[in-house]
């Protein structure tokens, strides 16, 4: 039997802790900025970094197993979310709605529970979008990308938070494909920087919009969120990027390094395409039809609406809440799919979705041809059973959390659409639901156990069902 080493676990928390502190100097130097307290980040760092010293001083073995990866990425989410809700807590946040806030700024889900955003500073509504940026491509992914001579272990760190079925190394060397990655996620959003620029937002607006708009996030500093602005170019140019976040990244290397039409001979960004475009159309089509707005503002709000819903990122150009059922049910479809494998976008992921579909059509074609043997093949490769098996099991457990989580806040009184939505919108890490939690309002009405549910479903959500789950198990200790 192989027993965790939780000294192990420590150490490795304890380092990515006091990375997370030497990241709260940009929100730091924000504050000085714009000549605000700087007494909520000083005393951030200092204890982020006081905590992540002390555990460094826990010395475990050096090479870790599965279950020290999947303790250590789990337990890093978690710690990133209470340490990282310090700040808030200086600004009259409670304890619960800090770790929320947090949670749902670092799983990139972009749900809130501030009420009148603007009245809070602005170095903390940054480091509210910082705490996105830095989830959207993964805190994991960064300490591996850092921290020299990982090896073995860092592999088993990047397969425990990926998103996806199966990880996708560009080089040998996971270290090396953690640096490709984040270099990527670097030049896009600088790119999307000073496009926003371009197009009339501040520095201030423009880099708060990219990091939640590249992570797939959804968080404003404006209440409004993207309404406020009221620029259809604004509006198509944060579409491009969200759909740019939602593809998988490690097509973008691919493309440039290796074949120029690799992203095109891709299956499942393919489908993920078309399955956007799809949707638009047919949101273009009952907004104008139903809601009876000109065609170019329907396809305005259909093509950002379906966009930011799918990828998950949240932003909203308008309130759909107040839209008809028929616009409203495209918008919860697409809720349930999500990116790519490989994206800082949520959701079940495109992938799984598409090989869900093939293994259905595949149990029909069995029923009818019991004797012949039709492989389910994805980019043209045989798709292996065991992943396969992964993937329905994945399928299964998700809907499971997203049920039972929707059954928890109706019991605890919230009403069913608001519980059904805001249980999806956190496990699939999206941001806004419908009624008490729609685009224009908040998270903060709900019961404080409703939203410790709702930040555990973001932090499974964000970690892909088992890496959270596992942790409590009973096997996963003592075996």
């Known amino acids: 039997m192989i027993f965790i080493d939780n000294k192990a676990v420590f150490n490795a928390l304890g380092k990515i802790l006091i990375l997370l502190a030497f990241t709260m100097l940009v929100p730091l130097l924000v504050a000085l900025y714009y000549q605000e307290p700087l007494k909520p980040f000083i005393v951030s760092i200092l204890v982020t970094l006081l905590a992540g010293l002390l555990l460094t001083r826990i010395k475990g073995r050096a090479e870790w ?3 020290e990866a999947l303790a250590i990425v789990a337990l890093t989410w978690l710690a990133a979310a209470i340490f990282g809700g310090i700040p808030f807590l200086f600004e009259g946040v409670s304890f619960i709605d800090a770790v929320f806030e947090t949670m749902s700024g670092f799983t990139s889900t972009g749900s809130t529970i501030l009420v009148d955003i603007e009245s809070y500073s602005r170095s903390l509504l940054f480091w ?4 996105q940026w830095l989830g959207g491509m993964g805190i994991i992914v960064l300490f591996i990308a ?3 001579k990982l090896g073995v272990a860092g592999r088993q760190l990047f397969r425990a938070e990926a998103p996806g079925p199966t990880e996708d190394k560009l080089k040998p060397r996971i270290k090396d494909t953690a640096k490709i990655l984040w270099a990527l996620y670097i030049l896009i959003s600088a790119i999307e920087v000073v496009a926003l620029m371009l197009a009339g937002m501040s520095l201030y607006d423009a880099l708060t919009h990219t990091f939640a708009g590249m992570a797939c996030g959804g968080f404003s500093p404006y209440g409004a969120g993207i309404e406020a602005f009221n620029s259809p170019l604004i509006e198509f140019i944060l579409t491009f990027f969200m759909f740019a976040a939602g593809a998988n990244f490690a097509l973008y290397y691919r493309a440039i390094f290796i074949d120029k039409n690799f992203i095109l001979k891709d299956e499942e960004f393919r489908v993920y395409t078309s399955i956007l475009l799809g949707f638009t159309g047919l949101l273009t089509l009952v907004l104008y039809k139903d809601m009876e707005f000109s065609l170019f503002n329907s396809f ?5 609406q379906i966009t930011s819903i799918m990828t998950a990122t949240g932003f909203a150009s308008t309130d759909f809440n107040l839209w008809k059922d028929s616009a409203k049910i495209l918008i919860l479809a697409v809720m349930f799919i999500g990116g790519c494998a490989g994206s800082t976008g949520g959701g079940m992921k495109v992938v799984r979705f598409l090989l869900t579909l093939k293994y259905a059509r595949r149990e029909l074609f069995k029923f009818i041809h019991p004797r012949l043997v039709r492989p389910i093949r994805f980019n043209n490769k045989a798709v292996p059973d065991d992943i396969l098996q992964s993937i329905l099991s994945f399928v299964v457990i998700y ?23 805001a249980s999806i919108a956190t496990l699939g890490n999206i941001g806004p639901g419908f009624n008490l939690v729609g685009p224009v309002a908040n998270f903060e009405g709900l019961p404080a156990l409703g939203k410790i549910i709702l930040i555990n479903n973001m932090w499974v959500g964000r970690l892909e069902v088992y890496t959270v789950l596992v942790l409590f198990t009973s096997d996963f200790w003592h075996s």
């Open 399 to 421: 809907i499971s959390v997203f049920i039972f989580s929707a059954m928890l806040l109706t019991l605890l009184g919230v009403d069913m659409i608001s519980s059904i939505t």
């Open 65 to 67: 197993q599965q279950k």
């Open 128 to 131: 509210r979008s910082f705490t």
């Open 300 to 304: 305005r709000y259909a093509i950002f």
């Open 146 to 148: 850092i921290l020299p």
